[in-house]
């Protein structure tokens, strides 16, 4: 028996050691609290031209990789769910590669209010800095910095500077509160950026309001007839910054799909945001790393996109455009 309480203490110590442990180092959040709007109107997938064959391919292709959500949307409308478990469209989770994302859709919204401009030199809008680097420059991950994250803390910066407010804030009364998005957590800064919150990592929102974003992104700026960035400015996160390039502001555009303009947010784990804009198309896994089972990129992507009506398959031998890459 005195063996068995000894055994019982010494578990309830080590289970108290990492519950101290997690509590130190998950990072401290800033939330914000938002009423969620209305879920995001749903049609079948008949009804949206997506074959379900297709669906059934990638769902398998998916369940066995550890996913735990795969979502698909089309023409402003969600067409397709799965969830595994017990996640659900509600369920938050921290896409930490998908955050970045959130800062060019921000400057583009601070584009249409004519409070920036792409081509002028961050000392403008921050004066001391000494970069010589663009606005562009920085959304095109060519700034001085080797930490992309903190090239996105400069324009969370730009972006502060022109709105006077801080930048959960303004992400939350530029993007998150007009999609109808609800609570979403920041992490909070370290380094220049302590006392305030990281742009470029660590966000946590529920599941649907990243459906969102997707299809803000597959509509060029536009949710619910709302336009909230310039004309063509998503159309420029999601093209090659140059031909060589295989990213887009804060975005990856590279490798051979089904779709020429196929572009996709990603995070830890092969988590994905896929979009094409030529379908009005976009696809959301969350999950796990597959492990053992590997990954192909393109073939969740692929598959539903190849059964979705309208798509047509680049003809063999077709060049590239050079006048399609964004200018840098």
Same mark, same amino acid.
């Given at each position: 028996?005195?063996?068995?309480?000894?055994?019982?203490?010494?578990?309830?110590?080590?289970?108290?050691?990492?519950?101290?442990?997690?509590?130190?180092?998950?990072?401290?959040?800033?939330?914000?609290?938002?009423?969620?709007?209305?879920?995001?109107?749903?049609?079948?997938?008949?009804?949206? #031209?997506?074959?379900?064959?297709?669906?059934?391919?990638?769902?398998?292709?998916?369940?066995?990789?550890?996913?735990?959500?795969?979502?698909?949307?089309?023409?402003?409308?969600?067409?397709?769910?799965?969830?595994?478990?017990?996640?659900?469209?509600?369920?938050?989770?921290?896409?930490?590669?998908?955050?970045?994302?959130?800062?060019?859709?921000?400057?583009?919204?601070?584009?249409?209010?004519?409070?920036?401009?792409?081509?002028?030199?961050v000392a403008?809008?921050?004066?001391?800095?000494?970069?010589?680097?663009?606005?562009?420059?920085?959304?095109?991950?060519?700034?001085?910095?080797?930490?992309?994250?903190?090239?996105?803390?400069?324009?969370?910066?730009?972006?502060?500077?022109?709105?006077?407010?801080?930048?959960?804030? &303004?992400?939350?009364?530029?993007?998150?509160?007009?999609?109808?998005?609800?609570?979403? #957590?920041?992490?909070?800064?370290?380094?220049?950026?302590?006392?305030?919150?990281?742009?470029?990592?660590? &966000?946590?929102?529920?599941? #649907?309001?990243?459906?969102?974003?997707?299809?803000? &992104?597959?509509?060029?700026?536009?949710?619910?007839?709302?336009?909230?960035?310039?004309?063509?400015?998503?159309?420029?996160?999601?093209?090659?910054?140059?031909?060589?390039?295989?990213?887009?502001?804060?975005?990856?555009?590279?490798?051979?799909?089904?779709?020429?303009? &196929?572009?996709?947010?990603?995070?830890?784990?092969?988590?994905?945001?896929?979009?094409?804009?030529?379908?009005?198309?976009?696809?959301?896994?969350?999950?796990?790393?597959?492990?053992?089972?590997?990954?192909?990129?393109?073939?969740?992507?692929?598959?539903?996109?190849?059964?979705?009506?309208?798509?047509?398959?680049?003809?063999v031998g077709e060049g590239?455009?050079?006048?399609?890459?964004?200018?840098?």
């Amino acid at each position: 028996m005195k063996w068995l309480s000894y055994s019982f203490c010494a578990v309830c110590v080590a289970l108290l050691a990492g519950a101290i442990r997690h509590f130190m180092l998950a990072p401290e959040r800033i939330v914000v609290k938002l009423e969620a709007g209305p879920p995001m109107p749903r049609v079948s997938p008949a009804e949206a #031209g997506i074959d379900s064959v297709a669906l059934a391919q990638a769902v398998e292709y998916a369940g066995a990789r550890g996913t735990r959500a795969l979502i698909v949307g089309r023409g402003m409308h969600v067409v397709y769910e799965k969830y595994w478990g017990e996640t659900n469209i509600d369920t938050p989770v921290e896409l930490s590669g998908f955050t970045p994302a959130l800062a060019a859709l921000a400057i583009g919204t601070a584009i249409n209010d004519r409070l920036v401009a792409l081509d002028v030199p961050v000392a403008n809008y921050l004066p001391g800095d000494e970069s010589g680097v663009t606005v562009r420059q920085l959304l095109s991950r060519q700034g001085p910095s080797a930490d992309p994250e903190a090239d996105v803390d400069v324009l969370a910066q730009v972006l502060e500077k022109v709105t006077g407010q801080r930048y959960e804030t &303004l992400v939350a009364d530029r993007l998150w509160r007009p999609l109808g998005a609800g609570e979403l #957590g920041f992490a909070q800064g370290v380094g220049p950026r302590a006392g305030q919150v990281r742009a470029g990592c660590c &966000l946590r929102a529920r599941i #649907g309001d990243w459906l969102r974003v997707g299809e803000l &992104l597959a509509h060029d700026g536009v949710f619910e007839g709302n336009q909230f960035t310039p004309p063509r400015y998503v159309q420029t996160m999601l093209t090659p910054t140059h031909r060589d390039s295989p990213v887009g502001y804060f975005t990856r555009v590279d490798g051979t799909f089904a779709a020429r303009d &196929l572009g996709r947010l990603e995070s830890a784990g092969a988590q994905r945001l896929w979009v094409v804009q030529s379908l009005q198309l976009f696809i959301l896994r969350v999950g796990d790393d597959p492990g053992s089972k590997g990954w192909d990129e393109a073939m969740i992507p692929d598959t539903i996109i190849r059964g979705t009506s309208g798509w047509q398959p680049t003809p063999v031998g077709e060049g590239a455009d050079p006048k399609k890459y964004a200018p840098h």
